[in-house]
């Protein structure tokens, strides 16, 4: 590993800090070396926060040392007045005047602007450094500028015999939740939840279960929630129309929005997935699980429309009930996480 990649390694550590808690902004780290020697280094907390080269640069105690400093970013400055100031106007104006770069910023806003403006301003610019290593780090950033669309987890749980939800026949009166894996998992879960910007489930999903999609078990923001209710089947009872997050329910049937739920009409006899895609692109959202249920998961793969998949088996059996989807693809890694298994999938597409 060269001195370029032993530094770009480390912004990378530093931006990964922020997942989660960087939406609609990417993720980004940044150090300033003098000497071989880490001066100065910092990541995005938060948009609308200072970015991650305003954070490197102030904690740098000795200015004097910018001018022979080289600064090291994961994404490409910003060159463009947003919530903040440009990066690339700090960086020129502290006087640094070599710079290495990890990716080249998607957004059109930037796009390669940051980098022309610094070379305009005679800095010593290199592009490229571990790229894709911050080209994944920053895959939900990616693909909403790329394709304009979310970033598509898929995830469910199932049980040794391959089901994800009992009969009717075996629930109880109350239709309390059946935990199919453990405790430990379902933290898992909730993590995730704290990570991603959306989540989405089924109609049928809401009624058997009554969700709060929500994050409990795990500290962080709560996804906003996404329903599929075709003909407005879920009564206001439900947990996911408690206003404690933003609620979006997709649906053929008008209907009026309040300060927290937002209703969006598709057309259910299309292929759907494309509208839900484009409803979540509108809403700026970068990131979204599909958590249910099996119907809507299966709909997904079918249509090869996924980035990524993780299916946990508990270590129970129900005999009869809901078949669990189906899935193709690569599998990423197996772990154990007490007496489950979590499986993590990519399409084999790619």
């Not at 490229?128 to 939900?140: Q, S, T």
């Not at 078990?217 to 009872?237: A, C, F, H, M, Y």
Request: hydrophobic share 35%; aromatic share 8%.
């Amino acid at each position: 590993m060269n001195l370029h990649e032993k530094y770009m390694k480390r912004c990378l550590q530093l931006a990964a800090n922020g997942l989660g808690s960087t939406y609609p902004n990417p993720m980004v780290g940044c150090v300033v070396v003098y000497d071989n020697q880490i001066i100065g280094e910092g990541w995005h907390y938060k948009a609308g926060l200072p970015h991650a080269e305003v954070n490197a640069i102030t904690s740098v105690v000795n200015k004097d040392l910018l001018r022979d400093a080289v600064l090291y970013v994961s994404l490409e400055p910003c060159s463009h007045f947003g919530k903040t100031p440009p990066c690339a106007d700090l960086i020129i104006s502290s006087g640094i005047k070599q710079v290495v770069i990890g990716s080249t910023d998607p957004n059109p806003k930037v796009a390669g602007s940051g980098i022309k403006k610094l070379i305009a301003a005679g800095c010593d610019v290199v592009v490229g450094v571990l790229e894709e290593a911050c080209d994944e780090l920053n895959k939900r950033f990616f693909t909403y500028h790329q394709q304009h669309r979310p970033y598509i987890f898929l995830k469910w749980a199932q049980t040794q015999d391959g089901l994800i939800a009992p009969s009717e026949a075996n629930r109880s009166e109350e239709k309390e939740p059946v935990w199919i894996t453990n405790n430990n998992s379902r933290q898992r879960v909730h993590k995730m939840r704290a990570e991603e910007q959306s989540i989405l489930v089924g109609t049928t999903t809401v009624l058997r279960d009554n969700p709060s999609l929500t994050t409990r078990e795990w500290t962080g923001p709560s996804p906003v929630r996404v329903v599929l209710d075709r003909n407005l089947q879920i009564p206001k009872t439900a947990s996911v129309f408690d206003g404690s997050t933003k609620t979006i329910v997709l649906t053929e049937q008008s209907h009026v929005n309040n300060e927290t739920l937002y209703y969006e009409t598709i057309d259910f006899s299309e292929g759907i997935l494309n509208q839900i895609c484009d409803v979540l692109y509108k809403h700026k959202i970068q990131s979204v699980i599909v958590e249910g249920g099996a119907e809507t998961l299966q709909t997904f793969l079918d249509a090869n429309c996924w980035d990524e998949a993780f299916v946990f088996t508990g270590n129970v059996k129900f005999g009869e009930g809901v078949t669990a989807p189906m899935i193709s693809g690569s599998l990423i890694s197996e772990e154990k996480i007490g007496n489950d298994t979590l499986q993590h999938f990519k399409p084999t597409r790619r």
